[in-house]
């Protein structure tokens, strides 16, 4: 396991925001067993997701695809899209990367 993989499994937040530059955001994820996170489309904004441990399934413009470590996706704007982890001990560490930003925080540079 390399240092970015456990820093997001030490990471038990729904969604914790490390980096907001003018361009992009770096988000890291973690999804309890079962919990999905959401039905959703950015009209304006590409996500890129990168699964740092655990199994789960991506939902993506009705697509529907098996994720696991080391899985990485990208959904393009305006693609409705989500993510649910399947049933296990752990759940599902992910990490996505919004570009523009698009999760409330203060801009950090």
């Known amino acids: ?19 907001t530059t003018e361009h992009m955001q770096y988000v890291e994820m973690h999804l309890e067993p079962g919990q999905e996170m959401g039905r959703t489309t950015h009209p ?3 996500r ?3 699964v740092h441990a655990g199994q789960g399934v991506a939902r993506v413009d009705g697509r529907v695809f098996s994720v696991s470590t080391g899985s990485m996706f990208v959904v393009p704007a305006n ?4 993510v649910t982890a399947l049933s296990g001990a752990s759940g599902l560490w992910l990490h996505t990367t919004y ?6 925080e203060e801009r950090k540079e």
């Open 48 to 50: 890129y997701f990168y």
């Open 99 to 104: 570009a523009p930003p698009h999760a409330k």
């Open 79 to 82: 693609l409705t899209h989500n």
């Open 44 to 46: 304006d904004t590409t």
């Open 1 to 19: 396991m390399d240092q970015a993989d456990a820093h997001a499994r030490e990471n038990q937040e729904y969604e914790r925001v490390l980096v």
